[in-house]
Antibody, heavy 121, light 107 residues
Framework: EVQLLESGGGLIQPGGSLRLSCEVS????????MSWVRQAPGKGLEWVSV???????YYADSVKGRFTISRDNSKNTLYLRMNSLRAEDTALYYCARSSGYSSTWGAFDIWGQGTMVTVSS | EIVLTQSPGTLSLSPGERVTLSCRASQSVSSNYLAWYQQKPGQAPRLLIY???SRATGIPDRFSGSGSGTDFTLTISRLEPEDFAVYYC????????FGPGTKVDIK
């Protein structure tokens, strides 16, 4: 069964750090494009970061220099390291897959249920 | 960055009605790499359409997508009770961006 299971969210003070994990079953993380997408409470979706199958990484301007996406192929797990957290980073963080090929290459066809990050003092 | 605008913000409709949702891009979307998602409260988004007009696996044929360049449309031919949700467009022709969403609620 294909499944994405996020973890690692919680309440963190401004300026703090957190690492999110996304355990994947049913397909191979390293053979796909894997992204993090977030959704602030009551708001829309915001793409955060992607790691391509070849290992290249890209970030939204809002998190560039503070967040780092990575993967552990042996654990088939995706990560998001978040540093210098701000109140505006408060959101539900989803991991999502895109196939990386043809016209569906960047469409997110599989999503986890999300992990909540709250940045507050 | 390509900015996506969706209209209207909210639609109040009855089951059985035809729905047309608009998504407009600030610049042309490369190769029409435009997707649509449905999101219900407390759930993750679900991919409906990719490549502007191709239905994702398992999506009913009452959902259809059209458009090219900067103007795209999602049409639901006949609203079913389970279709009341928020709909987002997303472009992946130049990085990734989402539109602000259109809420379809029950009249």
């Amino acid at each position: 069964e294909v499944q994405l299971l996020e973890s690692g969210g919680g309440l963190i003070q401004p300026g703090g750090s957190l690492r999110l994990s996304c355990e994947v079953s049913g397909f191979t993380v390293s053979s796909n494009y894997m992204s993090w997408v977030r959704q602030a409470p009551g708001k829309g979706l915001e793409w955060v970061s992607v790691i391509y199958s070849g290992g290249s990484t890209y970030y939204a301007d809002s998190v560039k220099g503070r967040f780092t996406i990575s993967r552990d192929n042996s654990k088939n797990t995706l990560y998001l390291r978040m540093n210098s957290l701000r109140a505006e980073d408060t959101a539900l963080y989803y991991c999502a897959r895109s196939s990386g090929y043809s016209s569906t290459w960047g469409a997110f066809d599989i999503w986890g249920q999300g992990t909540m990050v709250t940045v507050s003092s | 960055e390509i900015v996506l605008t969706q209209s209207p913000g909210t639609l109040s409709l009855s089951p059985g009605e035809r729905v047309t949702l608009s998504c407009r891009a600030s610049q042309s979307v490369s190769s029409n790499y435009l997707a649509w998602y449905q999101q219900k409260p407390g759930q993750a988004p679900r991919l409906l359409i990719y490549g502007a007009s191709s239905r994702a696996t398992g999506i009913p044929d009452r959902f259809s997508g059209s458009g090219s360049g900067t103007d795209f449309t999602l049409t639901i031919s006949r609203l079913e009770p389970e279709d009341f949700a928020v709909y987002y467009c997303q472009q992946y022709g130049s990085s990734f961006t989402f539109g602000p969403g259109t809420k379809v609620d029950i009249k």
